[in-house]
């Protein structure tokens, strides 16, 4: 299993070092922890939400979430995550 200091968004890119994706401009935005495949951001997009980025520590789970949904996943240890680090990754402005 990759480290999360290895490990990024589904393109291989450091965790929550990508550029931010496109800014919403309607809706609501959803952070997702412990994302695992993706079930919980499935209805959260199929109730009008919009990903900001999942993260969770298991490298299939990941994997499998960027296949079936997208690639806003990030393997990373929740332990090393901020409130900073979740902002800068979602497409918000504050």
Known sequence: ???SAT???CKKKKPFESEPAQ???????????????GGMTLGLKRAGFSL?????FNE???ETHCRNLDDRCVQADARD???RKLLRACPITL
């Open 23 to 37: 800014k919403v401009s309607e809706g609501y935005l959803c952070i997702e922890g412990f994302s695992g495949p």
């Open 81 to 83: 995550i901020t409130g």
């Open 60 to 62: 299939k789970a990941v």
């Open 52 to 56: 900001g980025v999942a993260f969770d």
């Open 1 to 3: 299993m990759g480290s």
């Open 7 to 9: 490990a990024g968004i």
